[in-house]
């Protein structure tokens, strides 16, 4: 391992200084375009803010604007050893704010960067905070949910001197801030100045506006920071014919910059009389792990340079992963508040990126640990692909060429299993697959694997796409559909007597067997669930086709007369799941703040449960029972997985018991799946309900009244519990949103419109200051409504297939997203939304084929038992 730099005497100094921020007393400390505060009036400043503050360490939580109020409240909470949590200004991220003020609960609020005025939201705090505890960072990751970086006053000290001591930081130097204080990188900028008695120079202003440069001349300040779009920004702004006399140095984080752009900048910078610090971090390790020496700049343009002064980087043997040591890496993570009692619970930091160590010493970064492809918005690890090929015996390599995946094998005997064997690990149709034979695998004059030859290769091969297996010709019998359920369903032994709800189809089969029907019938009827293979044979003529019902189509003319029609009718409940579930996921992810969506899939939910479990059939308890563990099972292995290897839930949350505990007020990290663990514990009371004879006879001879009495029951327990407004958990617990459930099942028994009228005024009723949110409860009301009164909705037919895969993959993706959103809620929350619907989805064809398999697998062994099951016609 290699040994840390020993300390200069200036950073040893720094080390042992109490104050992040010293410097002379009449010497500015922050400037902006129109006042000067120097450091007696920052001290003075600091120590008023301070005392507002209070003497009781208190979680502070501060809008970070690039202005002189936040900075003064972030100093002064560090001086009273007060956690600070920064966070973004502006309109964008008030959504982002609100949910973390819901989750971490601060004590002090900060949020007026003009007026600095504290809102003190309570005396004291709720809080228990370890005593080196100094700052939160917000940030995310690909653990788990939102989460907090725990930072240390050591920490920060220690980061602000490495910095200072590599950019030779002296009292004359003045830094704009070209990027937010909330940034960690922008921050470093701030700590590092202050730490050395230099200047910051405050400003909003971006690159591109000549006022910007104005203020900077004039503020004479000598350096600014930049993430590589920002360096396009200096670009289109014509900052190379920029007259900056007073610039000593520029730095660049946040993102690789192109080899060729930091030798641009650098020979500038050389022309100029300014350095080029290109430099390597993360916010876990405080900003700052590595930094290129500007005078290897135009030699190592490639590279992150070296260690910052008193860290180390290392690289694992068998990975290649870059891990970094140093007195600058986080305490850990904080996924809720009670993790701000925890000590240190790392070492090391270990960044995810793969590197090499060249000879002269030098650290580049050659990738990330994974490589990845998109195919139907499913994200396929090429490595993992290979991996998997190699362990059953076949040698291959995987590429994605535009929409295909290309696998290379050496033998021509093993192109078939090759496909199949992809399809069935990647869960993406074989007809996506091109497998081709090559005589030796390419590799670079390194001996790595050329990627880049076989990539130019499979451009330039045809590919032969075989035939859809639902376009086969042939007649839409009887046969066609039977055989239809049993594939889907995994029921081979599926009669023509037998429907969807025979074969014990649910919500989580029902949309995939919709769609498929879709294809074949056209427009389904409201009851197909209930009708047989046979009566829906019947409905496979064209309303506008001249041939008689019942002479059969082929399923070829069927399948493209259907797709030439330019919309398509979906069932209210699928586009209400669809819509639900990306509300759930874009709100999360903090790309917009539209909630209420899962209480809407509460109603959603209880109306599938009246359709299928609760359909006028036999072994109705037993339905029921099987659709909780349909949930409970994956959710308890997957949570239960992310818990051993995290650590992040607590047993009650992998068990799925959180609601029956006493004594929880506020949100925490342990409620990200209240929704699953409401939806199992709320069919195992279902299922307890009517395996009471006289309750399932009840129901089955009052259907609609059956649900009205129970839902009154419900409402009268919600608001007994819980008055109109209910509490930041309460309102996840059964007792007050089982009648949610209750009102969706409500709303699939009502035939007639005086029963709609009904319910809907208990929709309104009901919602009305649930959640103290008008607008949240606007879209449960509105969902609601829906579903009453829509039976299903017009979509243009090319959005059938996104809208279908993400209602059918809608519980899967509510289940992973939190493993997948937060490490991209900062800085492309879009982006973090659509991978959270894509391995949503790749979870559910993934447990679908594990499904299929083990029932298969389980038939086999009854029928060789000669026990075959079957089912009587209903």
């Known amino acids: 391992m290699p040994s840390a730099a020993t300390p200069s005497l200036a950073r040893e100094r720094l080390l042992r200084a109490r104050r992040l921020f010293t410097g002379d007393p009449d010497h500015p400390a922050l400037i902006t375009s129109d006042r000067r505060i120097d450091y007696a009036e920052l001290s003075r400043r600091v120590e008023q803010r301070g005392a507002e503050l209070g003497s009781d360490r208190r979680l502070v939580m501060i809008t970070a604007a690039n202005a002189i109020e936040p900075v003064i409240t972030y100093l002064a909470a560090l001086e009273g050893r007060h956690p600070v949590l920064l966070l973004a200004d502006g309109e964008d991220a008030s959504g982002h ?41 917000s940030t995310s990751g690909s653990t788990g949910s939102p989460k907090l970086v725990r930072l240390s006053m050591e920490n920060l000290h220690s980061n602000a001197a490495a910095i200072a001591e590599y950019l030779r930081l002296t009292p004359v130097d003045r830094a704009a801030t070209t990027l937010p204080l909330h940034y960690c990188y922008g921050l ?4 590092s100045h202050l730490a050395v008695g230099a200047s910051v120079f405050l400003t909003e202003r971006s690159v591109t506006e000549d006022d910007f440069w104005q203020d900077f001349v004039e503020s004479e300040a000598t350096s600014f920071a930049g993430v590589p779009h920002t360096f396009d920004l200096l670009d289109a702004s014509g900052f190379a014919h920029r007259d900056l006399a007073r610039l000593r140095y520029v730095t660049q984080a946040g993102g690789r910059l192109p080899p060729d752009r930091v030798r641009r900048y650098a020979r500038l910078g050389r022309e100029r009389g300014f350095e080029l610090f290109v430099m390597y971090g993360q916010t876990e390790a405080t900003a ?9 700049a135009e030699t190592a343009p490639e590279t992150i340079g070296r260690a910052i002064p008193g860290g180390a980087f290392d690289i694992d043997p068998s990975t290649g992963e870059l891990i970094y040591r140093g007195p600058n890496v986080m305490m850990g993570y904080a996924h809720d508040p009670s993790d701000f009692a ?62 295909r995946l290309i696998i290379f094998v050496l033998v021509d005997h093993l192109a078939a299993e090759a496909r199949r064997r992809v399809a069935e690990f990647a869960g993406i149709p074989p007809h996506v697959i091109d497998v081709h034979r090559i005589t030796e695998f390419p590799r670079t004059r390194s001996g790595k694997n050329d990627s880049s030859a076989l990539e130019r290769h499979g451009r330039a091969l045809a590919t032969v796409r075989p035939q859809d297996d639902e376009t086969a010709a042939g007649p839409v019998t009887t046969t066609t559909i039977r055989d239809l359920y049993a594939r889907l369903l995994g029921r081979p032994d599926a009669t023509e007597h037998h429907s969807f709800s025979d074969l014990d189809g649910d919500s989580l089969s029902y949309v995939e067997v919709a769609v498929r029907l879709e294809s074949l019938l056209g427009m389904l009827p409201h009851d197909w669930p209930s009708l047989s293979p046979a009566a829906l044979a019947g409905l496979c003529v064209d309303d506008g086709d001249a041939t008689p019902r019942g002479a059969p189509a082929t399923a070829v003319e069927q399948v493209a007369r259907n797709r030439t029609r330019r ?66 099972i994956p959710a308890v292995v997957w949570i239960g997985a992310v818990t051993l290897l995290t650590g992040h839930y607590a047993p009650t949350t992998v068990a799925l018991v959180n609601g029956f505990l006493p004594g929880q007020e506020q949100w925490s990290i342990q409620w990200s799946f209240w929704f699953l663990e409401f939806a199992v514990w709320g069919m195992l009371g279902l299922a307890a309900l009517f395996a009471w004879p006289r309750a399932d006879r009840l129901e089955r001879a009052h259907p609609f009244g059956c649900a009205v009495g129970l839902l009154t029951v ?42 709609r009228v009904a319910l809907s005024a208990v929709a309104v009723v009901g919602s009305a200051g649930f959640v103290g949110n008008p607008a949240r409860e606007g879209v449960i009301i509105a969902g609601i409504l829906v579903l009453l009164w829509i039976p299903a909705v017009t979509v243009p037919r090319m959005l059938v297939p996104a809208v279908t895969t993400l209602a059918g993959a809608s519980l899967f993706i509510y289940l992973t997203h939190w493993q997948v ?54």
Not at 188 to 191: A, F, H
Not at 730 to 750: F, H, K, N, P, S
Not at 821 to 837: K, N, Q
């Open 97 to 137: 704010r609100r949910k973390l003020i819901d989750r971490f609960d601060p004590d002090v609020v900060a949020d007026d960067p003009a007026s600095g005025a504290l809102h003190i939201r309570r005396d004291g705090s709720r809080h228990v905070f370890h005593p080196d505890l100094a700052m939160l960072a």
């Open 188 to 191: 470093s900028v701030l700590n």
């Open 288 to 296: 700052r792990m590595g930094y290129l020496p500007p005078s290897l």
């Open 342 to 403: 925890r000590g240190r619970t790392t070492m090391t930091l270990r960044t995810g990126d793969v590197a090499r160590r060249r000879d002269d010493g030098l650290i580049e970064i050659v990738g990330r640990l994974n490589r990845f492809a998109k195919f139907f918005g499913l994200r396929i690890d090429l490595d993992r692909v290979e991996t998997h090929l190699a362990e059953e015996g076949i040698p291959a390599r995987a590429v994605a060429v535009d929409d």
């Open 567 to 632: 919309h398509a009718r979906l069932d209210t409940a699928v586009v209400l799941r669809a819509a639900a579930i990306v509300l759930i996921v874009g709100s999360h992810a903090d790309l917009f703040s539209v909630q209420g969506g899962a209480h809407l899939l509460l109603a959603v939910l209880g109306f599938n449960l009246a359709r299928f479990q609760l359909a006028d059939r036999s072994g109705r308890s037993r339905a029921l029972l099987r659709s909780s563990a349909q949930i409970a």
């Open 714 to 755: 419900a409402l009268a327990v919600r608001f007994a519990v819980t008055g109109v407004e209910t509490g930041l958990v309460e309102r996840y617990t059964i007792a007050a949103a089982g009648w949610l459930l209750v009102l969706g099942w409500a709303a699939a028994r009502a035939t007639r419109v005086s029963q």
């Open 821 to 874: 959103f937060p490490a991209w809620e900062e800085t492309a929350p879009l982006a973090g939304t659509l991978l959270s619907l894509v391995v949503g989805v790749a979870a559910w064809c993934l447990y679908r084929a594990i499904e299929r398999g083990v029932l298969a697998r389980f038939r086999s062994r009854v029928r060789a038992a000669g026990a075959v099951p079957t089912r009587s016609a209903s």
